[in-house]
């Protein structure tokens, strides 16, 4: 049971550059998350998907586009990237959408992006 | 503008003594909250949670408390033992909704 697993681990970009950071799950989950973590900020959230089939805007999605590809993948994808969009990118993913009892959200190791 | 804030970067303390981290929140509507502990180059991990009809939940070592009229939660980890050290997120929701999560604080618990 792998969890949550990401790819890359590292990437670094030039502005104006796209890329796919690549999330999948194994535990059956039907909602699934992505952050973004910057100093001094937390955890913000990127764009989440309830279940298969759907996407919603998190808090800071400008810049960003998602995919769920099935139950298990949930894809993000920067179409032109700016030095403002280097972080770290955390997925997670939950058996309900924002559930809180019982089975809180599983991250990934996430992806440190670095955008020159 | 920050709806969960932990005001301290960070905290060391001796081995055996008791591990307090703060956090605090600014929007009333928030009626669950979470602590999360983050080791490096791993993603964050559920670590204890309290809904806002308690004031206090423990599990093992870590005690929650909640004292919603000054909107303010604090971990407590006692005793506090080396693999404690780690970076503690705090988080607020309102049910159903998104998860806010303060920016952390780096507990180093010294042998």
């Known amino acids: 049971n792998a969890g949550v697993t990401q790819t890359p681990k590292f990437q670094v970009l030039k502005t104006g550059q796209s890329m796919t950071l690549q999330c999948a799950q194994d535990m059956n989950h039907n909602s699934m998350y992505w952050y973004r973590q910057d100093p001094g900020m937390g955890l913000r959230l990127i764009y989440y998907s309830a279940s298969e089939g759907t996407t919603d805007k998190g808090e800071v999605p400008n810049g960003y586009n998602v995919s769920r590809l099935n139950k298990r993948e949930f894809s993000l994808r920067l179409e032109s990237a700016a030095p403002s969009q280097t972080s770290v990118y955390f997925c997670?993913?939950?058996?309900?959408?924002?559930?809180?009892?019982?089975?809180?959200?599983?991250f990934g190791p996430g992806t440190r992006l670095t955008v020159l | 503008d920050q709806q969960v804030k932990q005001n301290s970067p960070s905290l060391s303390v001796q081995e055996g003594r008791i591990s307090i981290l703060n956090c605090d929140y600014t929007n009333s509507m928030f009626d669950y909250f979470l602590w999360y502990k983050k080791y490096p180059a791993e993603g964050p991990t559920f670590l204890i949670s309290i809904s806002s009809i308690k004031d206090k939940n423990e599990d093992g070592r870590f005690t929650v408390f909640l004292n919603k009229s000054a909107k303010h939660l604090s971990l407590h980890i006692v005793p506090s033992q080396p693999g404690d050290s780690a970076v503690y997120f705090c988080a607020a929701s309102v049910t159903g909704n998104q998860f806010y999560f303060g920016t952390g604080t780096s507990l180093t618990v010294i042998p």
């Open positions: 997670a993913s939950s058996g309900d959408v924002f559930q809180i009892y019982n089975n809180e959200q599983f």
